[in-house]
T-cell receptor
Framework: EAQVTQNPRYLITVTGKKLTVTCSQNMNHEYMSWYRQDPGLGLRQIYYSMNVEVTDKGDVPEGYKVSRKEKRNFPLILESPSPNQTSLYFC?????????FGPGTRLTVT | AQSVTQLDSHVSVSEGTPVLLRCNYSSSYSPSLFWYVQHPNKGLQLLLKYTSAATLVKGINGFEAEFKKSETSFHLTKPSAHMSDAAEYFCVVSLLTGGGKLIFGQGTELSVKP
């Protein structure tokens, strides 16, 4: 079954404590990306990757890092989380005609 | 530059009545357009997609959308609403058919009254 998995699904953390949200796909897709969803703003792209070792900024990259060492994995790193990064995060991977989204990670930074 | 505008932040209908969720887009190129649905505390599910084939696109659960280039619109419709249709709906545009950045509208919350 085609799948995009994210972990953790829920996370409450404190300001400044580094965290990583993992994303993994089993569809052998080259393109992967991260979005954040905030009320009234829809989803906005944080970072994307066209292939292994190729990453680039989306619309809201500040405060985030990514890496793409393997095709299947695309972790999102928050080196020093702040309360304005409290959000719902989605990982996505692109096939020929559509994108597939993970189940989401709800992050709260206090 | 590409952009998407969903004209209503909230739509309320009665069960059994038609649904219309409005979406206008702006794109310098021939776009790919999508509608996604998000049920409460759930992920995103693709309802339907337009990729320069037929302008009337049929999706899952009885939804359909019509691509109108002259009006730059891609409105989502359903003849008869069901309680299970209550959710948030996103109109999305992409330059590329699949890969590439998606531009999301702000979302329309659909409520269905019994």
């Amino acid at each position: 079954e085609a799948q995009v998995t994210q972990n953790p699904r829920y996370l409450i953390t404190v300001t400044g404590k580094k965290l990583t949200v993992t994303c993994s796909q089993n569809m052998n897709h080259e393109y992967m990306s991260w979005y954040r969803q905030d009320p009234g703003l829809g989803l906005r792209q944080i970072y994307y990757s066209m292939n292994v070792e190729v990453t680039d900024k989306g619309d809201v990259p500040e405060g985030y890092k990514v890496s793409r060492k393997e095709k299947r994995n695309f972790p999102l790193i928050l080196e020093s989380p702040s309360p304005n990064q409290t959000s719902l995060y989605f990982c996505a991977t692109a096939g020929t005609y559509e994108q597939y989204f993970g189940p989401g990670t709800r992050l709260t930074v206090t | 530059a590409q952009s998407v505008t969903q004209l209503d932040s909230h739509v309320s209908v009665s069960e059994g009545t038609p649904v219309l969720l409005r979406c206008n887009y702006s794109s310098s190129y021939s776009p790919s357009l999508f509608w996604y649905v998000q049920h409460p505390n759930k992920g995103l599910q693709l309802l339907l997609k337009y990729t320069s084939a037929a302008t009337l696109v049929k999706g899952i659960n009885g939804f359909e959308a019509e691509f109108k280039k002259s009006e730059t619109s891609f409105h989502l419709t359903k003849p008869s609403a069901h309680m299970s249709d209550a959710a948030e709906y996103f109109c999305v545009v992409s330059l590329l058919t699949g890969g590439g950045k998606l531009i999301f509208g702000q979302g329309t919350e659909l409520s269905v009254k019994p």
